[in-house]
């Protein structure tokens, strides 16, 4: 046994269940999609209550509707039906809160920016004066340690890092919730677990409110307070996990304490089964 | 076979040298070897290298016409481009400057245009059909037309070099305009911004990738545009001097002004080239 895994064993291995007061709150949010002529459901009626400083990820097979119902919350698709409320008012398409922040999958880095001007882009449209962003953005390369880079273009730039931009590049922003959409989805393992540190680092000293969409189980157990597994689509609410391992977390002993395993097979189970739906 | 820096040079200039020899001397071969020497290579038509040289030089006013150089007497060069009125001096700096003007009106508003039509889904159902009939005229064919409405001075070369570069230069925004990363737009969006911000900050320097790359044909497509204008009917400008030699069967005047129009071509090239890399130095990404 491992110094952190006896140090995890002793404590008793769980967190208080989140209290606070809910911020997003999503009531029947059902997608349909036409695709040659015929109606394909995406979401069928999911209901979520996300707590103030909660890490929550919504985790399922691919083409569940995961990402789907992220990108319903942040307003760049509108729902076919239900409710999407942010601090009790209701959330619309085409409508992006300030509040928000948004990691994508996908490399969304703007190439012909410098690290240092890709992470300064958001503070740029808000009209934030040269000094303080500087200072911000700063700030964001040093934690993201991409010190050293602040001239570079993203083209130079690893896959790892270029994500760690566009992490900054929504952080610097200081939003209090944060959607990421399979984030680090594209990352060989290595980097991903780097990511998650980094991740790990930031939210549990600013404890930002997090819905996190990933089809990876590790990564969802890693992060989460709380893991809601999507079905094979339709995409509805099959089942609600509660992680409660002791944090701060380290990546990688975390992965090495029994509580994880056990915890780890049950989640797997339930999400075997939809991916056997699937085919996957 | 690989080849060193060296070779490659050595190879190159192995290559002028043969072709400078074989335009030199092979039709003084004919007399003893007919059929080896085609007629093509007849001076009359293609003149020497030696001829093209002492015709510059003489074009240039550098030397008299006997071949006596003018540089050091005092005055005479002065006296000999006071004389033409089209000199070769003159005929460059007429030609470049419409050259770099077509350029510029072509490359502005061919990305105006093409701007608000690939932008606008309205706009460019509209306009596509129109568009498409006008890039299918062989635009040379208008040249005529063009010289009568604006007459034989420099409005009508602009005008020719900017109907070359405009289509080009349009139809390259304009897909790069359709082609805009939708999810860096979307990411814009979600950091709050405004219409005019994500058209500023991600559409343009998006679009303008594209019409970098348009840069380098649409500047030789201004000069063709602007020396097929002087052919139909100029006053000044080396199409001018072509004509005009042409006309007397001047084949070194013809050659030497084709020298002419080869360095200004290959200048301009390389300015555009190195403007182009500096631009989008980003796209070095090292790998």
């Keep these: 046994m491992t110094f952190a895994q006896r140090d995890l064993a002793v404590a008793p291995a769980s967190v208080p269940a989140n209290t606070g007061p809910v911020r997003i709150r999503a009531r029947g949010l059902s997608k349909e999609f036409e695709i040659a002529g015929k109606r394909l459901t995406a979401v069928d009626r999911v209901d979520l209550d996300i707590r103030k400083g909660e890490f929550v990820s919504l985790l399922g097979p691919s083409g569940c509707g995961k990402s789907t119902v992220l990108n319903m919350i942040a307003g760049l698709i509108p729902a076919s039906s239900g409710t999407i409320e942010l601090d009790g008012k209701p959330l619309g398409a085409g409508h992006f809160s300030s509040k928000l922040g948004y990691v994508f999958q996908r490399d969304t880095t703007i190439p012909w920016r410098t690290v240092k001007k890709n992470v300064g882009f958001g503070l740029e449209l808000a009209g934030v004066d040269r000094a303080s962003r500087d200072r911000r953005v700063n700030e964001a390369i040093q934690q993201a340690r991409l010190n050293g880079f602040e001239n570079a273009f993203p083209g130079m730039l690893s896959g790892g890092m270029r994500q760690r931009v566009s992490l900054m590049r929504a952080l610097v922003m200081e939003p209090d919730i944060l959607l990421m959409d399979e984030p680090f989805g594209a990352l060989d393992a290595h980097t991903k677990t780097d990511m998650h540190r980094l991740l790990l680092e930031i939210w549990e000293r600013q404890h930002q409110t997090v819905i996190f969409v990933t089809h990876d189980l590790a990564e969802a157990l890693t992060l989460s307070d709380r893991i809601i597994l999507l079905s094979a689509r339709p995409g509805r609410l099959k089942e609600e996990f509660v992680v409660d391992f002791k944090r701060p977390r380290d990546a990688v002993s975390l992965r090495e304490t029994p509580e994880y395993a056990e915890l780890f097979s049950r989640v797997w189970r339930s999400l075997g089964e939809e991916m056997s739906k699937v085919g996957a | 076979m690989m080849g060193s820096r060296a070779t490659v040079v050595a190879a190159q200039l192995a290559i002028i040298l043969l072709t400078l020899a074989v335009w030199q001397w092979a039709f003084d071969l004919k007399p003893y070897a007919d059929w080896l020497v085609p007629g ?186 602007v020396i097929v204008g002087e052919f139909i009917g100029a006053r000044q400008g080396l199409g001018r001097i072509m004509m005009e030699a042409q006309a007397r069967g001047q084949s070194s005047v013809m050659m030497a002004t084709v020298i002419v129009l080869m360095t200004i071509g290959v200048i301009l090239a390389l300015g555009v080239k190195s403007m182009q890399t500096y631009l989008l130095r980003w796209q070095n990404t090292g790998h």
């Design chain 2, 40 to 225: 093509l290579l007849d001076p009359y038509f293609i003149s020497k290298p030696s001829e093209i040289w002492t015709q510059l030089l003489r074009l240039a006013c550098l030397t008299n016409p006997t071949g006596d150089w003018l540089l050091g007497q005092d005055g005479a060069v002065m006296a000999c481009l006071a004389q033409n009125d089209n000199n070769l001096w003159i005929a460059t700096l007429v030609t470049l400057t419409n050259t770099l003007w077509g350029f510029a009106i072509g490359v502005a508003s061919g990305y105006i245009v093409g701007l608000l039509l690939g932008q606008s889904t309205f706009l460019s159902r509209v306009f596509e059909p129109f568009l498409v009939a006008l890039n299918s005229i062989p635009r040379i064919a208008l040249v005529p037309i063009v010289v009568m409405m604006f007459g034989i001075g420099d409005t009508s070369k602009i005008v020719t070099a900017w109907l070359l570069v405009f289509f080009l230069v349009f139809f390259n925004t304009f897909e790069g305009a359709r082609q805009v990363d939708q999810t860096l737009v979307s990411m814009s969006r979600l950091l709050q911004a405004k219409d005019w911000q994500v058209t500023s900050k991600i559409i343009i320097p998006s679009t303008l990738t594209w019409v970098f790359a348009s840069l380098t044909p649409a500047i030789s497509f201004a000069l063709i545009g």
